[in-house]
């Protein structure tokens, strides 16, 4: 009986010792379900604030400006042609080089020129001693009228007088009329031989103009072009290929066109003054000059105006052909807001720029912008001036995101963009 108590004491015990266990285990899982279940409903932890580029917007004067290609072109350009048919004897240039007015370029064969001229000498000479003769011959022929009147008149009152027959009278009085007639007739040879003299003149005048075209010279500074004709070649007159082309290059033209929408403001801003123009070689060459000519119609097929700047171009570097950037300045805007323009961003909804607030958040800003100049862009409307602008980090940024300074750039609120 002893030890059955005993052994139901010992079961009893493990029971109880069971039980206890489990409890415990209970408990602790309670305990960790309670611990997870309040870190659960802790709030979540702070984004850290993005680093970003700022700057602020500014106030600047900037030029309004209007952006062409261009197309460089002589002022005058002349292709030389012989006038005259004959022997080239010399070219006096090289191919390309820079000729000043009335150089010579071409030397032809000038002795058939040289004998012709001569002969239309001779030929006036020859007329000159007509006219001479002529005027001789009316010297004679005068003295001879006046004799003839005066034997005329005296046969004329010994007629009346009965001293001599009336047909004595008449005979000496048409003698006087006939010598009258020849000198109307020697009056009209010495026009004749003047009027073959101014011929004769003319012939000669002429031989010297042809002369003169065996010297072909330069009619104005420029530079040359490839030449067709060598030492020895026949060349005929007013042949269709010239001989050479001169182009003027200092000063120099440029063509660019711009869209009509424009024509209202060239027409504006020229009127008061010259506009200033920029020819864009390359990265590190540019050439100022003015404008110096529009055209006078709008071209109804492509709907621009085309102007032309004028260049001095004394180092030749604007070349005839050449295709450059044109900046035609037409005004400065005073006041202009302006920010980098690395700070305008595109999206499918236009162009935008973030704003750092005072709180250090981001807000999106719609923004229009008017024009960009270099690396300066020119905001019409959406952003007032001293607003802070992101330039650098756009792309880890949100709406309504911490951002934190890491760099302002400055900005300068004088001078015109590049």
Not at 63 to 84: D, F, K, L, T, Y
Not at 134 to 149: E, G, M, N, R, S
């Amino acid at each position: 009986m002893k030890n059955r108590y005993l052994q139901c004491s010992s079961t009893y015990c493990r029971i109880v010792t069971s039980l206890c266990l489990s409890g415990a285990l209970v408990f602790l899982l309670l305990a960790l379900q309670i611990a997870c279940s309040s870190k659960g409903q802790q709030q979540p932890k702070a984004a850290p604030a993005i680093p970003v580029t700022v700057t602020k917007s500014v106030a600047k004067e900037m030029p309004v400006e209007v952006n062409a290609i261009g197309n460089v072109q002589p002022v005058v350009g002349v292709a030389i042609r012989s006038q005259v048919t004959g022997r080239m004897l010399k070219v006096n240039f090289k191919e390309g080089d820079y000729v000043k007015k009335g150089q010579l370029l071409f030397s032809l064969d000038s002795r058939p020129f040289v004998e012709a001229m001569k002969e239309a000498q001779a030929n006036l000479q020859h007329d000159i001693a007509g006219v001479g003769q002529a005027q001789a011959v009316l010297v004679k022929d005068t003295a001879q009228q006046k004799y003839a009147a005066i034997e005329a008149t005296r046969y004329d009152i010994l007629m009346k007088e009965g001293v001599v027959s009336k047909e004595q009278g008449e005979q000496f009085k048409a003698n006087a009329d006939s010598y009258n007639a020849t000198l109307n007739a020697d009056r009209s040879s010495i026009e004749t031989a003047r009027s073959q003299v101014r011929q004769s003149q003319a012939a000669l005048d002429n031989t010297k103009v042809q002369l003169s075209y065996t010297q072909l010279r330069s009619p104005m500074n420029g530079r040359t072009s490839s030449s067709i004709v060598t030492e020895g070649n026949l060349v005929s007159a007013n042949d269709a290929t010239p001989l050479v082309t001169i182009n003027q290059v200092s000063p120099i033209n440029v063509a660019f066109t711009v869209p009509e929408k424009y024509l209202s403001d060239v027409q504006k801003y020229a009127s008061s003054g010259k506009l200033k123009v920029v020819a864009q070689l390359d990265a590190n060459n540019s050439r100022i000059g003015s404008l110096s000519a529009f055209d006078n119609a709008v071209s109804t097929t492509t709907g621009t105006l085309q102007l032309k700047a004028s260049f001095l171009n004394d180092d030749n570097l604007l070349w005839p052909g050449r295709f450059v950037n044109i900046v035609l300045t037409l005004t400065n805007e005073p006041d202009a807001i302006v920010v980098p323009t690395q700070a305008v961003q595109t999206s499918q909804q236009g162009q935008f720029i973030y704003v750092v607030k005072p709180d250090q958040t981001v807000e999106l800003r719609q923004i229009v912008l008017d024009r960009t100049i270099g690396d300066e862009a020119v905001i019409a409307s959406g952003l007032a001036v001293g607003e802070t602008v992101i330039t650098d980090g756009q792309l880890r940024v949100t709406p309504g995101a911490k951002v934190q300074i890491a760099t302002t750039n400055s900005a300068s609120p004088n001078g015109a963009g590049s």
